[in-house]
Nanobody
Framework: QVQLVESGGGLVQPGGSLRLSCAAS????????MGWYRQAPGKERESVAH???????NYAVSVKGRFTISRDNAKNTVYLQMSSLKFEDTAVYYC?????????WGPGTQVTVSS
């Protein structure tokens, strides 16, 4: 009933920037939380950044000050502006939406930081 589609991943050099987008469609509740997780090879999936419909945000310590999450509630879209990218930011980034206590996931988009 809810579909998430990510875009914006790719290959970037260390210190560079990328912007991820995630558009949600289907039965979207007026109150929800959207955000991003990531999973690097051989590691567990970890939370990156999240934002509620009322604008509350939280960030992983590892990305605070480098990544900025924003959203357009009218478009049910969340963005992740990533700057000062590091090798360790390489991962598959998954969009996540939580509403009525239920999580939904996008298929993921690859971000590779490499020189």
């Amino acid at each position: 009933q809810v579909q998430l589609v990510e875009s914006g991943g790719g290959l970037v050099q260390p210190g560079g920037s990328l912007r991820l987008s995630c558009a949600a469609s289907g039965s979207i509740a007026s109150n929800n939380r959207m955000g991003w997780y990531r999973q690097a090879p051989g590691k567990e999936r970890e939370s990156v950044a999240h934002m509620t419909t009322d604008g509350s945000t939280n960030y992983a310590v590892s990305v605070k000050g480098r990544f900025t999450i924003s959203r357009d509630n009218a478009k049910n879209t969340v963005y992740l502006q990533m700057s000062s990218l590091k090798f360790e930011d390489t991962a598959v980034y998954y969009c996540n939406l939580v509403q009525r206590g239920w999580p939904y996931w996008g298929p993921g988009t690859q971000v590779t930081v490499s020189s």
